[in-house]
Nanobody, 121 residues
Framework: QVQLLESGGGLVQAGGSLGLSCAASGSFSRVEVMGWYRQAPGKQREMVATISTGGSSDYTGSVEGRFTISRDNALNTIYLQMNNLKPEDTAVYYC???????????????WGQGTQVTVSS
């Protein structure tokens, strides 16, 4: 059983900052790419940022320069520092991870339960 436990989020005024963290726990061989996704009311879930085990990161254009994703491989944990938040960043933020349950090339996708981020104008 693999669990992704998210923490952080909450309510902040526009221009403020928030941090999210997500830790993978359970029985598995390794964790590959991890990332953050978000879903606003009435919209599709979208990728926010992803990071590989080597530290290579990717961001959606609307958060580039404002959000920073980082990772601690020893703890199987990722972080998302969100600065200069805007009302349009309001969404439920989900952690995701590609996890290999046993040694080998195959991985499975897991999702966290989501955490609410609300940015007031």
């Amino acid at each position: 059983q693999v669990q992704l436990l998210e923490s952080g989020g909450g309510l902040v005024q526009a221009g403020g900052s928030l941090g999210l963290s997500c830790a993978a726990s359970g029985s598995f061989s390794r964790v590959e790419v991890m990332g953050w996704y978000r879903q606003a009311p009435g919209k599709q879930r979208e990728m926010v940022a992803t990071i590989s085990t080597g530290g290579s990161s990717d961001y959606t254009g609307s958060v580039e320069g404002r959000f920073t994703i980082s990772r601690d491989n020893a703890l199987n944990t990722i972080y998302l520092q969100m600065n200069n938040l805007k009302p349009e960043d309001t969404a439920v933020y989900y952690c995701a991870a590609e996890v290999a349950l046993v040694a080998g090339p195959f991985t499975y996708n897991y999702w966290g339960q989501g955490t609410q981020v609300t940015v007031s104008s």
